[in-house]
T-cell receptor, first 114, second 116 residues
């Protein structure tokens, strides 16, 4: 089946450790996105990538890093510099450059830092 | 860039009641507009979309009309069911001169609870 796979669904880490969230898609989409969701704040864009080997900062990129070495994969690293990393992280993909096309979302990863 | 403002929740309705969730947008041009739905513990699913003024998006009994005069895209359903309980997000994409067409901008979400 085509879709977006995020893993793991739940992730626990100790404060000060870096952690990498996986996102894979087999929809042949050029664009991929990472959003962070906090209660009452909606979705905020962390990073997005329009094409392989290229990515741009979103609205809240500080403390995060990404790579886009393959079209299918867009992993997000939450570094120890992120002051409040506990959140629900959503990955999405889409055909990107066309204004009228929607994004498709994965099931999310809930990260808890203790 | 774009911004989206949607009705604060939570919204609590009885089954078969009429639903309206308000959404307005700001953009320098004419963005595409979307409604997404999120069930507990899951990602977002596209509910409907409209890509130009006066378009009406519809799906599963939900409707929304793109109104450029009022820069609005309100979500409506004539008779809600318990299974419609979820968080609903309004979003916009593109429509800014010189801006990126890649970014989806979301409202803060509206929690809907439908009681039997």
């Amino acid at each position: 089946d085509g879709g977006i796979t995020q893993s793991p669904k739940y992730l626990f880490r100790k404060e000060g450790q870096n952690v990498t969230l996986s996102c894979e898609q087999n929809l042949n989409h050029d664009a991929m996105y990472w959003y962070r969701q906090d209660p009452g704040q909606g979705l905020r864009l962390i990073y997005y990538s329009q094409i392989v080997n290229d990515f741009q900062k979103g609205d809240i990129a500080e403390g995060y890093s990404v790579s886009r070495e393959k079209k299918e994969s867009f992993p997000l690293t939450v570094t120890s510099a992120q002051k409040n990393p506990t959140a629900f992280y959503l990955c999405a993909s889409g055909t990107g450059g066309k204004m009228n096309t929607e994004a498709f979302f994965g099931q999310g990863t809930r990260l808890t830092v203790v | 860039g774009n911004s989206v403002t949607q009705m604060e929740g939570p919204v609590t309705l009885s089954e078969e009641a009429f639903l309206t969730i308000n959404c307005t947008y700001t953009a320098t041009g004419y963005p595409s507009l979307f409604w997404y739905v999120q069930y507990p513990g899951e990602g977002l699913q596209l509910l409907l979309k409209a890509t130009k003024a006066d378009d009406k998006g519809s799906n599963k009994g939900f409707e929304a009309t793109y109104r450029k005069e009022t820069t609005s895209f309100h979500l409506e359903k004539g008779s809600v069911q318990v299974s419609d309980s979820a968080v609903y997000f309004c979003a916009s994409k593109g429509g800014n001169s010189g801006g990126s067409n890649y970014k989806l901008t979301f409202g803060k979400g509206t929690l809907l609870t439908v009681n039997p």
